[in-house]
Nanobody, 128 residues
Framework: QVQLVESGGGLVQAGGSLRLSCAVSGRSISDYVMGWFRQAPGKEREFVAAISASGSSTTYADSVKGRFTISRDNAKNTVYQQMNSLKPEDTAVYYC?????????????????????WGQGIQVTVSS
């Protein structure tokens, strides 16, 4: 049983920064692609970023490229997302996700249905 727990969310002013963490238990994440998604009220869940099992490859949504950085510490079984220059449109519930199958293929999936395990989500609110 793989469990993911997000932390680090909250309220921040536009232009500020937050660092999200995703602590994983039940399995070592060293065999998993890890991703971040977000869902704003009334909108579908959207891809934000993903990182390969080794951490050597990353991919980002265009809307966050250059502002967000995904990273991982396999020894701590934790994934991070540093979010800088936050905008009001970044307001959403942020979810951490994990998948093992795509890690074996060496791919970084962007679809929510490509991921098998999910955290409960954490609120990020950016005020203008």
């Amino acid at each position: 049983q793989v469990q993911l727990v997000e932390s680090g969310g909250g309220l921040v002013q536009a232009g500020g920064s937050l660092r999200l963490s995703c602590a994983v238990s039940g399995r070592s994440i060293s065999d998993y692609v890890m991703g971040w998604f977000r869902q704003a009220p009334g909108k579908e869940r959207e891809f934000v970023a993903a990182i390969s099992a080794s951490g050597s490859s990353t991919t980002y949504a265009d809307s966050v490229k250059g502002r967000f950085t995904i990273s991982r510490d396999n020894a701590k079984n934790t994934v991070y997302q540093q979010m800088n220059s936050l905008k009001p449109e970044d307001t959403a519930v942020y979810y951490c996700a994990a998948d093992r199958e795509y890690a074996a293929w060496g791919r970084l999936p962007r679809g929510q249905y490509d991921y098998d395990y999910w955290g409960q989500g954490i609120q990020v609110t950016v005020s203008s």
